[in-house]
């Protein structure tokens, strides 16, 4: 009797499992139908208060919020050449934001295609793309008006590009694991300038409001996801996966955070500043740990936090405590987004 009722109650579990994950896929792309943006209705590009001059010192990178804007270097340059570097710093991180949601948009639409008809998945994926195109038209607009001729991504990084969307039908899992290495520390980073209440740029804070907003969904649909499917893998596609996320994690990090050769070179930076921004001191590196909170604990719960797993997160220089919760703030004092 015991024998034959435990594998009608795992298929119980299973198909509430099934349920639950399908509901939650139902009220996300309920919610990207009631609450969604426009960027060319919702930002009034052409009004006065959103003017781009080059005296304007609200472009000016923060010491609180901006790891370049709190170094002492930085701080010691005349105005307008803090302006500049403000500038094309916030232009080449959203020429960045829009690259890599290309790239998410490619993957998406190819993982769509071989979903089956009426999948909760396909539905939702599709509403997200949509909005990364948006967001892709908000940033590049956002570059357009600073006028600054940033080339976003590293080179070795556009040559992969390509290749990258074919990963989602492949290996899913970890092609969203990479979506989370994009997602995660550029909404760190927002959250960071939003909370701090600095006076920054009336463009940078609608395109950062709007993104922010929006990208909750979509980092709540990569974590059910994995969620999901990481429990599901064999023994050894678990552990493979386990080793390769604190890697995707920290080289997608580096993309992200870390401005391009022509910045350095464009504004004379010397090394020993870039060294102690990424990620040569003990500020800078309790910064970078403090990007994957969420995903450290995403790890842990999918039981891809095993003794190989852990070492290689520290050796990535990302190891540390996970979040209790999604988007649970770093409470320590003295460190800067990035």
């Given at each position: 009797m015991t024998l034959s009722s435990a594998p009608r109650t795992r298929s119980a579990d299973t198909d509430a499992e099934t349920e639950k994950y399908n509901e939650a896929l139902r009220l996300l792309s309920e919610g990207s139908v009631d609450k969604h943006f426009d960027p060319y209705v919702d930002i009034d590009w052409d009004s006065r208060e959103f003017e781009v001059t080059k005296n304007d010192r609200r472009w000016i990178l923060p010491a609180t919020t901006d790891a370049i804007g709190g170094h002492a270097w930085y701080q010691a340059?005349?105005?307008?050449?803090?302006?500049?570097?403000?500038?094309?710093?916030?232009?080449?991180i959203a020429k960045v934001g829009l690259?890599?949601?290309?790239i998410l948009i490619r993957g998406m639409m190819q993982y769509v295609f071989s979903l089956?008809?009426?999948?909760?998945e396909a539905r939702y994926c599709t509403h997200e793309s949509i909005e990364e195109c948006n967001h892709t038209l908000m940033f590049q607009?956002?570059?357009?008006?600073?006028?600054?001729d940033?080339?976003?991504?590293?080179?070795?990084?556009?040559?992969?590009?390509p290749i990258i969307p074919l990963f989602s039908t492949l290996l899913p899992?970890?092609?969203?694991?990479?979506?989370?290495?994009?997602?995660?520390?550029?909404?760190?980073?927002?959250?960071?300038?939003?909370?701090?209440?600095?006076?920054?740029?009336?463009?940078?804070?609608?395109?950062?409001?709007?993104?922010?907003?929006?990208?909750?969904?979509h980092i709540s649909f990569a974590h059910q996801l994995l969620r999901r499917r990481v429990p599901q893998m064999s023994r050894l596609g678990r552990f493979l996966l386990s080793l390769a996320f604190p890697i995707t994690m920290r080289i997608l990090c580096d993309v992200i955070a870390i401005p391009p050769k022509k910045f350095w070179q464009k504004f004379d930076i010397p090394k020993y500043v870039k060294d102690d921004l990424f990620w040569g001191t003990e500020q800078s590196q309790h910064r970078l740990q403090d990007y994957f909170g969420d995903v450290r604990m995403l790890a842990t719960d999918t039981g891809m936090m095993n003794r190989s797993a852990k070492l290689l997160w520290k050796a990535c220089g990302i190891d540390g405590r996970a979040s209790r919760y999604r988007s649970e703030p770093d409470r320590s004092s003295g460190h800067f987004a990035a």
């Open positions: 340059l005349p105005e307008d050449r803090q302006i500049a570097i403000g500038m094309w710093r916030q232009a080449n690259q890599f949601e290309n089956p008809n009426g999948s909760p607009e956002m570059v357009n008006r600073i006028d600054a940033v080339p976003g991504m590293n080179r070795p990084m556009k040559l992969i590009s899992e970890l092609f969203f694991v990479g979506v989370l290495a994009g997602e995660e520390p550029i909404d760190h980073i927002q959250k960071a300038f939003l909370r701090s209440g600095e006076n920054i740029h009336p463009i940078m804070q609608s395109v950062m409001v709007i993104h922010v907003a929006e990208e909750a969904r």
